[in-house]
């Protein structure tokens, strides 16, 4: 008993000193529209004034080379334009920037970018330049300056008003349209669908703590995220954690933002009390938000994971009359703000920021485990070829292990690692049900596995500690009968049971390291558990 409580004091102490809260309050926040009717509306349109479908589209694919300044790499990026057929003058121009992902002129915009065109815009959709990037380590500066490259390129287009483009801006890349306002002063106008105002860091704690209570998990694993969220990404390379886009000269121009209420990505009402604020400051008024009933965070119906779901109803209409009017320099008639009442569950977590002396601990930690873990299992394969070869050849016992410290032990790595593959089978299925919220499905009223997993490890942790304070014991009590645990110690026992001669644990020099070597390992596990919050009642 004593040893079961030492052990456990010791887990619950890491559990408690590693563990990260915010504060979840107020909840329910939000912001009542003027209106449910999202028509944008402005004074002085008439019959000539162009909609959709006015003109016919063209299309034409050119390529690019687009440069990451920091390392020098090159991509080579195509870019799809669609173009007013037979319209005179000089047009106006919109540049598409992507979401998360890598998305194509083959699978992104088309539907929007067409409209648009149909409307009297010249459009651009680029191939997401990411050169060797991934999700995690983008060059939001490095994209920015892409994408500025095809304004410039629009800018010299026979048919394009240089001083007329803008941007139409999706989730992630609005991030990346804070840095390409702040080198390209000459961007007439912005759409910004979903924008993430905050934070990467701040805004994806947002997502976790919402998502992982509306998929029904349990509320340990949201503990997982916020340990893994306060990470220093520097000690890595990783910058990106921590990006400051809330700057006024991102917002300074005649923007459209807009929301879905579905949407379970966005802290929507932050984002209007951030956007509002920084336009006001850069003195721009000229700020238009629309929020849609039953659409998603990209405003399509229905679940995103099936292919030709649908914007929804009257976006098109809408963004389409928002952006005619803009880029004539008409005066609004509609209500700036309309639509769906905005809504947000929860407050974005901003006292949430890097830890150092945690991420440095825990890097140790999990370095050490993988490490033991890789040791012991190449010592079992070892020590299994042995068994295999004296079964074969019945030389007898290959390992020797005495008073069934064997079985104890192999019953404790069992029963370790199904507590690992539960714990890892339980997150899985708490991040394959976040993935189907942010496409557009519904949650899901049943927890399964999602939320039992984490009471059923943690009891089958201590089950654990409760067999490692019984093996312990034994141990003890074998030593004792040894003359090892007495002081002083009987006279050649050390010696005895280094050399072999009178063995504590096997009669094999490969059994005694292989014992030792696994139980370091396991409770290396046993202690990352502890870290990632299981031992938290």
Same mark, same amino acid.
């Given at each position: ?28 926040? !939000? ?22 479908? @006015?003109?016919?589209?063209? %299309? %034409? ?41 890598? #998305? ?5 915009? #088309? ?21 060797? !990037? ?39 890349? @609005? ?37 992982? @209570? ?30 400051? !886009?809330?700057? @006024? ?176 089978? &339980? ?64 006279? &050649? ?45």
């Amino acid at each position: 008993m004593p040893i079961a409580v030492i052990l456990v004091a010791i887990l619950v102490f890491v559990s408690h000193a590693t563990a990260v809260t915010w504060n979840n309050e107020p909840s329910g926040q !939000t912001v009542d529209t003027l209106t449910s009717d999202t028509d944008v509306t402005f004074a002085g349109e008439d019959a000539s004034t162009p909609t959709r479908d @006015t003109y016919k589209v063209d %299309k %034409k694919v050119t390529r690019m080379t687009v440069t990451r300044s920091s390392t020098g790499e090159t991509e080579s990026v195509r870019v799809l334009m669609r173009s007013p057929r037979g319209a005179s003058g000089r047009r106006p121009a919109i540049v598409f920037m992507h979401g998360a992902g890598y #998305g194509t002129i083959d699978d992104s915009y #088309g539907d929007v970018a067409s409209i648009l065109a149909s409307a009297g815009f010249v459009t651009a959709v680029m191939d997401k330049p990411v050169w060797s !990037t991934d999700d995690i380590t983008r060059d939001y500066p490095a994209s920015a300056a892409a994408y500025d490259k095809v304004i410039e390129y629009l800018r010299t287009l026979d048919n394009v008003n240089p001083d007329n483009v803008g941007i139409y801006a999706n989730s992630e890349s @609005t991030w990346i349209a804070s840095y390409l306002l702040g080198i390209d002063h000459r961007v007439a106008f912005q759409v910004l669908l979903s924008p993430m105002v905050s934070t990467p860091r701040r805004s994806i704690g947002f997502l976790a703590s919402q998502n992982f @209570t509306l998929a029904g998990a349990n509320r340990g694993y949201q503990s997982v995220v916020r340990r893994v969220l306060r990470v220093d990404g520097e000690l890595f390379g990783l910058t990106n954690f921590d990006l400051n !886009t809330m700057n @006024t000269r991102a917002y300074s121009i005649p923007t459209l933002v807009v929301y879905g209420s579905k949407d379970v990505m966005t802290a929507q009402v932050s984002g209007v009390h951030n956007i509002l604020r920084l336009s006001h400051k850069a003195g721009n008024w000229n700020v238009t938000i629309r929020s849609y009933p039953v659409a998603s965070h990209v405003l399509r119906l229905g679940d995103e994971s099936q292919s030709n779901t649908p914007l929804v109803d009257g976006y098109l209409d809408d963004l389409t009359a928002w952006c005619v009017g803009t880029s004539l320099g008409l005066r609004q008639t509609s209500d700036r703000i309309a639509g769906a009442t905005i809504y947000q569950s929860i407050p974005i977590p901003s006292e949430l920021k890097a830890d150092r002396p945690l991420t440095i601990y825990g890097t140790i930690l999990h370095v050490m485990m993988i490490l033991l873990l890789l040791a012991s299992l190449m010592l079992g394969l070892v020590a299994l070829g042995r068994k295999i070869r004296y079964m074969i050849r019945r030389r007898g016992p290959a390992l020797g292990f005495l008073h069934g410290f064997g079985g104890s032990l192999l019953a404790l790595i069992m029963m370790t690692v199904a507590a690992m593959l539960l714990l890892v089978a &339980g997150f899985a299925e708490v991040v394959m049900r976040v993935v189907r919220l942010a496409w557009g499905a519904a949650p899901n009223d049943s927890g399964g596995i999602a939320d039992w997993s984490w009471p059923v490890i943690q009891i089958a942790c201590v089950l654990v500690v409760v067999a490692w304070s019984r093996l312990i014991a034994h141990l003890i009590e074998v030593s004792q009968r040894r003359g090892i645990i007495r002081w002083p110690p009987r006279q &050649g026992s050390i010696r005895a049971v280094v050399s072999g001669h009178e063995p504590v644990l096997a009669s094999t020099r490969l059994a005694r390291v292989l014992f030792w070597l696994s139980s370091a390992a396991m409770f290396s596990v046993m202690l990352v558990f502890a870290f990632w919050g299981l031992f938290l009642y």
